[in-house]
Each structure stands twice: as structure tokens, then as C-alpha cells.
């Protein structure tokens, strides 16, 4: 089995490199990349539970990012080893960004009568601190009993809590991922939200346009009827397919590795192949 889109406790997932690896060793992975949202920090780590494991780990990343006033993630990676020094110094430049709507944030939930604050956010991430962890806080402070109701009621983007991250274009991350020899694969496309689905090609075939080579074909939120659209946009735009579960661990637990939701996820070795290649 194969999977391209997985998360530790690096950015928003539970497990730490070692149980990402072991657990895709246990489940029968051959290939696994670890993809967390705008940060590397997993991979040395992972690196040689994967050597010992016989698990090929695949260096990967998850960037944030923004087009049509939309969240947008892009999906970078590095087949042959690690990523430029120069790319990882343009990931960490975003940081700050996070931070500083980490810190709007938090002073919107004070505004709404919530006693959070940034640093009790912040000692429940690691190297990354995202909304999932201040959904964690409202959870330990009873103000919500889960996750998608924190994010319902406090922090999605429709909630009164929400905080837009200045995240940089999409097609600026696509071609700054092929200026350091990445390969950039639009993730998830069906969270695009894009209901016209003439608007949802157009969108596609523009990102394919400024350089985008794959599209995430496979994953947990994708049905049947799903996979086949985004499989002949692929096709019809010359982009490689791809796929991954977008496994977080016990956050989201009925997301299986390998397996993604209800066995939905079963990227072929020849996916792989072909993004190796480009």
C-alpha cells in the first residue's frame, strides 16, 4: 500500500514521526509520505524508524495557501531526498504569518467571552500551531465537547471566531515548489467548495497553467463519483493523479492509513511512479 498524505504531531495530526512509521510498517505500507502543514520538522525524526522499518518515507509537505478568497492547500514533494534549503527558508517565513493570526485569534475568542490565550494554545502544538489546537483548548476548558464543534461554533470559517491567515497565492506556491525542483499537487480538491463545477475546471486548469503537476485523485473525502471527476480533469489537463488518506491520527479516527475512510484510499504503484518521474 501506498499512501501520499498523512500528519504527525508536527502540525495538527497525534502521532509522533516513530508511531506514523510504525504504525504504516504494522498496516502494510510500503510508501508513506508525511506531509505536514508548512513544516518539515517530522521527517528527521521519522527518517530512520522508515529505514529499519523497510518503509520508503517520501519527503512531503502541506502548504497553506489562498486563491479566490479560499483556503487552498498544496501538496509539495521531494522523490529523491530533501527539500532545497532555500524552500525551507520560504516555509519558514510563513510562520510568522501563522503566529500572528494565531495571535488575532485568540484575542477574537476573548472578545467573545472565552478564556483562551495564545501561549495555552501554543504548548499544546509543536513545531506548528493551528485551529485544531485551539479546538483543543475550548475542549479542555468545556466550552465544546469536540473538535467539529469547536470549529462549528467558535473557529471555522463561517464561526464568529474565525481569523483569515494571510497565506501566500496559490499560484506563487505552485511555481516557488517547481523553482526548488518539487513536485506540487493540488490536494483535496472537493474542499474547494466550489459548487459550479465550470468555476471548480477553470481553477484547475489555471493552477495546471502556472505549473501545478498532480491533482490529489484519491482521498478520504472523495467518493466514487468524485474520483472519477477528478481523474478526467487529470487526464484532460495533463496533471499526474495522486492520493493519500490525509491521516491524522485519533482526531480523526475513523481515517485509516493506507485505507483512508471506509477503504476508499488505494493509491496504485504506478501513481507513484509517474510523480517520481516528473
Do not use: C
Not at 24 to 44: Q, V
Not at 238 to 254: E, F, Q, R, T, V
Request: aromatic content about 8%; hydrophobic content about 40%; proline content about 4%.
Amino acid at each position: 500500500m501506498i499512501d501520499l498524505h498523512t500528519h504527525t504531531y508536527e502540525s495538527d495530526g497525534t502521532d509522533s514521526p516513530r508511531e506514523l512509521i510504525e504504525k504504516a510498517a504494522a498496516s502494510g505500507l510500503r510508501t508513506i509520505a508525511i506531509t505536514d502543514h508548512d513544516t518539515f520538522s517530522a521527517h528527521e525524526a521519522a527518517a530512520p524508524y522508515a529505514a529499519a522499518l523497510g518503509v520508503r518515507l517520501v519527503r512531503g509537505v502541506e502548504v497553506s495557501t489562498k486563491a479566490k478568497g479560499r483556503s487552498v492547500h498544496l501538496l509539495a514533494y521531494w522523490f529523491d531526498g530533501a527539500a532545497p534549503e532555500g524552500f525551507a527558508v520560504w516555509l519558514e517565513s510563513m510562520l510568522e504569518y501563522r503566529r500572528e493570526r494565531n495571535r488575532r485569534l485568540a484575542e477574537r475568542l476573548q472578545g467573545l467571552g472565552v478564556d483562551v490565550n495564545l501561549a495555552e494554545a501554543e504548548a499544546l502544538g509543536r513545531t506548528i500551531t493551528g485551529r485544531v489546537h485551539f479546538a483543543k483548548l475550548l475542549i479542555a476548558k468545556g466550552y465544546v465537547q469536540t473538535v467539529p464543534e469547536a470549529f462549528d461554533k467558535y473557529i471555522g470559517e463561517d464561526a464568529p471566531g474565525y481569523v483569515v491567515m494571510e497565506d501566500p497565492k496559490t499560484a506563487e506556491a505552485v511555481r516557488k515548489v517547481r523553482e526548488y525542483g518539487g513536485v506540487p499537487v493540488l490536494a483535496h480538491p472537493i474542499r474547494l467548495g466550489m459548487r459550479d463545477l465550470d468555476v471548480e475546471e477553470q481553477f484547475i486548469r489555471e493552477q495546471a497553467e502556472a505549473g501545478l503537476l498532480g491533482l490529489e485523485v484519491m482521498h478520504s473525502d472523495h467518493d466514487e463519483i468524485a474520483r472519477a471527476r477528478y481523474a478526467a480533469l487529470a487526464a484532460r489537463y495533463g496533471l499526474a493523479s495522486s492520493g493519500g488518506s490525509d491521516y491524522h491520527g485519533d482526531i480523526k479516527p475513523k481515517i485509516l492509513l493506507g485505507r483512508g475512510f471506509e477503504n476508499n484510499v488505494q493509491v496504485p504503484q504506478e501513481w507513484l511512479d509517474k510523480l517520481a518521474s516528473l
